[in-house]
């Protein structure tokens, strides 16, 4: 429900008319559509362009999934590939347990490492030039 509120002070004034505009009808239906047909060669582009960018779209979602560009069999692709660990680490200026552990495992947790090569070297404290055993993973 709505209420209009009405101010006497307030002067009403009338929006001025607006001119309608002149209605032109339009030729239309089945008849103008087949008059407004494009020649066939368009058809044709058209279809090309699609089917192009349809083989694009196809040939990169494979990219994007490995599935085009494997060399070697599948069972070598899907083996991990596991980095060399240092058997010792020296200690550099400004080292601590942390860096160094990041050094070797550039991503990921590091907090088990960090406990690995305390327990390994006798300690969380390092001075420089000391050689860290790296224990295995």
Request: net charge positive; glycine share 8%; proline share 9%.
């Amino acid at each position: 429900m709505a209420a209009i509120i009405h101010l006497p002070h307030t002067p009403h004034v009338a929006p001025a008319p607006s001119p309608r505009p002149h209605l032109v009808v339009i030729d239309g239906g089945f008849e103008a559509a087949l008059r407004r047909r494009q020649p066939a060669a368009v058809y044709r582009r058209r279809r090309a362009a699609v089917a192009a960018a349809a083989l694009v779209l196809v040939v990169s979602a494979l990219v994007a999934t490995g599935a085009v560009g494997q060399r070697g069999s599948s069972a070598a692709a899907s083996t991990p590939v596991v980095e060399a660990v240092p058997a010792a680490v020296v200690v550099g200026p400004g080292d601590t347990l942390w860096s160094i552990a990041r050094s070797i495992q550039p991503s990921g947790d590091v907090r088990p490492l960090v406990d690995a090569l305390a327990d390994a070297n006798g300690g969380a404290a390092v001075r420089v030039g000391q050689r860290l055993v790296v224990p295995a993973a």
